[in-house]
């Protein structure tokens, strides 16, 4: 029983630190470089943890990206965050953007990719207004249709609820 309180006053005490690496709830914005700029949401489910979702908008393509992202205060500030995180990717591209001839049919040469993403980032909010901005290097792997290794890397702009 001394063990379990002892656990549960640890946890306490890390968990209140924790709490200071979120400094926003949820953001809204665009993510500006590499193959996913457009649309950038990101969540914290908890404390320290967020989910981010990008809707990549390209030519004659899009990219949708779902990522998991911890987020590590530096310096112990609770508004300038480091952030390392994991997810996956589906994309669809009009590869020629025409039709083609095939077996007496007409169809549409597209390509769709799967794979796997990294993110590794610095994150600030700003504490006058509800803005927050990052830069981040996102390596990621198709595993289908097309194969390959592929690094970018963005900036990130977001207003902050």
Known sequence: MKAFFW???????FSTIVLRAQPFRTGLGIRAGGLASGITLKHFATSSTALEGILGLGYRSF???????????????????????????????????????????????????VGIDGILGIEYKFKQIPLNIGMDFKPFVDLFSGGGLYFEGAFNFRYTF
């Open 7 to 13: 656990t549960l006053f640890i946890c306490s005490c």
């Open 63 to 113: 990219i949708i990206t779902g990522l998991i992202e911890k987020h590590v205060p530096i310096n112990n500030s609770s508004n300038f965050l480091f952030e390392y995180g994991a997810g996956a990717h589906v994309g669809f591209f009009n590869d020629n953007g025409g039709y083609y001839y095939h077996r007496n049919n007409y169809a549409y040469n597209a390509t769709t990719v």
